[in-house]
């Protein structure tokens, strides 16, 4: 009570963590699991899970909100800023988007901006190590857009001088999907929709 609104448009609060999966659960050996940053950087960059660990630990609380229609709120996210990966590959100035790869074969393209403000590489939630089912090693966390711009099993994060749809944005899904903007769906498939 008091508290400003914090659930976007169109969306119900649950308290239940729902399993979204296109293609299962994959199985990860980390001792051969790598983090790759390729495409246009200045520098190609592998890191292994102790390497990524290493670097400076954040903790960020953050909602979720899937876009069919259920949102979680409060949810405490341990990680590293993506920013801080991010700059050791050095981008080229014409990078402004990113693909991010999926151990499943998920995909999903993101803006660099977003990416470099809010976005998180997380290995914990609420206390606890990251689920099989909820991305373990390694999860994209991007609070201000829909569920399926944050990416389980992440591997690699591709940069792009042009924009390019991922998984869900092949099939209809928005290529920004800002909650608070509702991009649930691309205005071109809904056109053809009609
Ligand atoms: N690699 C991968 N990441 C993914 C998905 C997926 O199928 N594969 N589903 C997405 C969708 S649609 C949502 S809403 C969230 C759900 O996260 P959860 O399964 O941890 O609740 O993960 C997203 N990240
Ligand atoms: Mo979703």
Known sequence: MGEPTRVPPRQRVVKTFPI????????????????????AVEREVELTYDQLKALPTVRQEADFHCVTGWSRLGDMWEGVWVREVV????????ARFVMVHC?????????????????MLTWAVNGQPLSPEHGYPLRLLVPSRYGWKSAKWVHALEFMTEDKPGYWEERGYHMRGDVWAEERYRDDFVRRRR
């Open 20 to 39: 979204m999966l296109s293609n299962g659960v994959p199985t990860v050996d980390i001792a051969h699991w790598r983090l790759r940053l390729f495409g």
């Open 87 to 94: 700059a050791l590959a050095q981008p080229i100035p014409d």
């Open 103 to 119: 151990l499943d074969g998920y995909t999903t393209n993101l803006d660099v901006e977003v990416l470099l403000r809010e976005g």
